[in-house]
């Protein structure tokens, strides 16, 4: 079966763009994360969806970040008016069901770079 | 203080070594714990869950101290491929049925012919 797939792979924009990262997670999992990496770091918490509902948006860094999942599997990363401090890899990871032993599976990312 | 700590290394070690990372997370009430590998612009990927009793996957053992909050990844016989980042990965619960995932920044582990 398909894993996480994200899209695109690569996107440069430049400074005060707008742009929309998506991730498809795998089938049936309920349970969907956006990370942000930056060279030589760890994955940094963004937001987590359980279904529809953003449960946890409390890594977002301000207001230009933006995420949707309205239908429960698909989910759409928005970033409004963006800055070069913005460029990172942002991974999305999605899970079976919200436990504490259930493993995380990630997609391969889209490399966001700001020019 | 990071929640999450870790040596960020980099190590270097000959084929054959056996090698210990170590990492300690600050949330007491932390649930559930793993190391995830990571290779060079790749995602993460895991490696082992860590349980308190300590567990073992072929060379690769893992024990969980709660009381010092301290994690540890031995590798034993290390191998060429083994050559990644070892991401730290510790999982609470935030309320409202949701569970995060805190990272540390990574061990770097280059393993030398």
């Known amino acids: 079966g398909a894993g996480v797939s994200q899209t695109p792979s690569n996107k440069v924009t430049e400074k005060g763009k707008y742009v929309e990262l998506r991730c498809d997670p795998i089938?049936?999992?309920?349970?969907l994360y956006w990370y942000r990496q930056s060279l030589g770091q760890g994955p940094e918490f963004l937001i987590y969806?359980?279904?529809?509902?953003?449960?946890?948006d409390s890594g977002l860094p301000n207001d230009r970040f933006f995420a949707v999942r309205p239908e429960g599997s698909v989910s759409t990363l928005k970033i409004q008016r963006t800055e070069r401090g913005d460029s990172a890899v942002y991974l999305c990871?999605?899970?079976?069901?919200?436990?504490?032993?259930?493993?995380?599976?990630f997609g391969q990312g889209t490399r966001l770079t700001v020019v | 203080r990071k929640e999450v700590e870790q040596d960020p290394g980099p190590f270097n070690v000959p084929e054959g070594a056996t090698v210990a990372f170590n990492c300690t997370y600050s949330?007491?009430?932390?649930?559930?714990f793993f190391w995830y590998r990571q290779d060079c612009r790749k995602e993460p990927k895991l490696l082992m869950s860590v349980y308190s009793s300590g567990n073992e996957d072929g060379r690769f053992t893992a024990q969980l101290n709660r009381a010092s909050q301290y994690i540890s990844l031995l590798i034993r016989d290390s191998k060429l491929s083994d050559s990644a980042t070892y991401l730290c990965v510790v999982k609470s619960y935030s309320g409202a049925g949701s569970y995060q995932l805190t990272f540390g920044k990574g061990t770097k582990l280059s393993v030398i012919p």
């Open positions: 949330n007491s009430a932390s649930q559930s």
């Open positions: 089938s049936g999992h309920t349970a």
């Open positions: 990871a999605s899970s079976l069901i919200a436990t504490a032993n259930t493993e995380a599976f």
């Open positions: 969806f359980q279904g529809t509902g953003a449960a946890d």
